[in-house]
């Protein structure tokens, strides 16, 4: 991971970019972490953001809309035919997986970090 600290007045931000072998994630679900911490009155508001990188995100975004594009023709072809046939349904799959693949490969790869963060806070 490449960290970044950006100091402002109020909150501070850490910003951890996950950078392996040649530039790039070891790990295409490795989040990008964006943690602020800020002082509030009596105690410490420490507030975590994990997302998909870009890249990432931009892949997924076209994987989704290019399967919806072919579920639109074939989805319009059963309302005018009224025959259901299984074709109709491949990329509406496709889209189901797509999403669950970045939904739950962002969850499963955030709850490690999460732990590590965690840990070093509670070091602190």
């Given at each position: 991971?490449?960290?970044?600290?950006?100091?402002?007045?109020?909150?501070?931000?850490l910003?951890?970019?996950?950078?392996?072998?040649?530039?790039?994630?070891?790990?295409?679900?490795?989040p990008?972490?964006e943690?602020?911490?800020?002082?509030?009155?009596e105690?410490?508001k420490?507030?975590?953001?994990?997302?998909?990188?870009?890249f990432?995100?931009?892949?997924?975004?076209?994987w989704?809309?290019?399967a919806?594009?072919?579920?639109?023709?074939?989805?319009?072809?059963v309302?005018k035919?009224?025959q259901?046939?299984?074709?109709?349904?491949?990329?509406?799959?496709?889209?189901?997986?797509?999403?669950?693949?970045?939904?739950?490969?962002?969850?499963?790869?955030a709850?490690?970090?999460?732990?590590?963060?965690?840990?070093?806070?509670?070091?602190?």
């Amino acid at each position: 991971y490449e960290k970044e600290i950006i100091q402002r007045e109020e909150p501070m931000v850490l910003r951890f970019t996950p950078k392996g072998e040649f530039g790039m994630a070891y790990n295409s679900f490795a989040p990008r972490i964006e943690i602020r911490i800020s002082a509030e009155e009596e105690r410490t508001k420490i507030q975590i953001k994990m997302e998909l990188m870009k890249f990432v995100r931009s892949f997924v975004v076209v994987w989704l809309t290019a399967a919806f594009l072919f579920f639109l023709p074939m989805l319009a072809s059963v309302i005018k035919g009224g025959q259901l046939d299984m074709p109709v349904f491949i990329p509406l799959i496709m889209m189901v997986f797509g999403y669950s693949l970045a939904h739950f490969g962002l969850r499963f790869s955030a709850k490690d970090k999460l732990r590590e963060i965690k840990k070093k806070i509670e070091q602190l």
